[in-house]
């Protein structure tokens, strides 16, 4: 078979990095548009690839099969965050696309499920109706892939492509009494659950003596190195969100060797044990205060074995190689006109 061309964007770093890296190992070429809105700078926290190619504009013709992304952001064509999704789905009409789909339709701050997937008329704040996209309008006949088996019940329709990492990316370091939570400063608070994070941030300090380390926010995290020694360094690293897919922190977390408390949100529960690779959390600050103070302040040495089991938990289902024979599989199957359908299994089955 001929070198797969695939034309793609920058989007979500994470993302990016692991499919980049499939031109390490299978006859596959990317090429992204540069000048986005979003792009690799020097505190990225993901090193960008030497063998990526770069062009100004799109050219038909040259490749296979483009890869773009979507979030329920997207949908609003007020909101910045999809044009370039919108211009570039407008403008390659020549190949097969594929749209990874990073969020869920929840949106709670702005607008209803509904709305989201199959959009609709709202009225603006100048009190004039104006029209929501919806995702299946703006995904429209491309081929979608979502981040989580529950994302596809959620949206309605999807492929679920579980993402895989390369271990000796993550630094299992000595453990250090802290506490970690990978956040976002952006928005959508009922989708990250920031109610529910902000009182464990409130509560923790006094019942435990240590306070909560976030890292996008009141830590100076200022590149890849900084930040896998700051997870790596983690004795234990916080997850209480309620509608992120499958996030991917989670499992570098377990990849460092940090004990990870985690909402059951989005398949977690079938893969997390409570008190044998990890924690199931119920939405309660209380139990996260009190289940933190017990591991970090009465059980150091058992939370220290069940970091090491969550760690190999990761190292079986979140594996690199596995990841790779899938998005490849997937990116073959699209570029030939294919229109790959999910069985139902998921990678613990």
């Not at 690839?49 to 890869?67: C, F, M, R």
Request: aromatic share 10%.
């Amino acid at each position: 078979m001929k070198k797969l061309r695939v034309f793609g964007m920058v989007n979500h770093l994470g993302n990016n990095f692991e499919q980049l890296r499939l031109a390490e190992n299978y006859d596959i070429e990317f090429t992204y548009l540069k000048n986005n809105v979003r792009r690799w700078g020097r505190t990225s926290h993901r090193p960008m690839p030497d063998h990526l190619n770069w062009v100004s504009y799109y050219e038909p013709g040259k490749y296979d099969v483009a890869i773009l992304s979507v979030d329920q952001q997207c949908i609003d064509p007020q909101i910045g965050k999809g044009h370039i999704y919108r211009q570039l789905n407008d403008l390659i009409q020549d190949i097969p696309k594929v749209v990874i789909n990073h969020g869920t339709p929840c949106w709670d701050e702005m607008y209803t499920e509904d709305l989201v997937i199959n959009g609709g008329e709202i009225l603006g704040k100048d009190g004039k109706p104006r029209q929501l996209d919806g995702m299946k309008k703006l995904v429209g006949d491309n081929f979608m892939i979502v981040n989580s088996y529950e994302s596809v019940n959620r949206w309605g329709w999807g492929y679920p492509l579980i993402h895989g990492m390369r271990p000796s990316d993550w630094l299992d370091l000595p453990k250090e009494p802290m506490v970690v939570l990978p956040l976002s400063p952006a928005g959508l608070d009922k989708y990250y659950n920031r109610q529910l994070i902000s009182q464990i941030k409130d509560g923790l300090p006094d019942r435990t003596g240590f306070e909560v380390v976030h890292t996008n926010v009141n830590y100076a995290v200022m590149d890849w190195r900084d930040y896998k020694e700051t997870i790596g360094r983690a004795l234990i690293t916080i997850f209480p969100f309620k509608d992120s897919p499958m996030p991917r922190s989670r499992t570098e977390a377990m990849l460092s060797g940090s004990t990870v408390l985690s909402s059951r949100y989005h398949n977690a529960d079938e893969f997390i044990k409570t008190g044998v690779n990890g924690f199931i959390m119920p939405d309660n600050p209380l139990s996260y205060i009190e289940t933190i103070n017990q591991l970090i302040n009465h059980n150091y040495q058992d939370t220290l074995a069940i970091g090491q089991a969550g760690k190999q938990t990761a190292l079986k289902y979140f594996n690199e190689e596995r990841y790779q024979a899938d998005l490849y599989g997937l990116l073959v199957d699209v570029a030939s006109g294919k229109r790959p359908e999910w069985n139902g299994t998921k990678i613990w089955a």
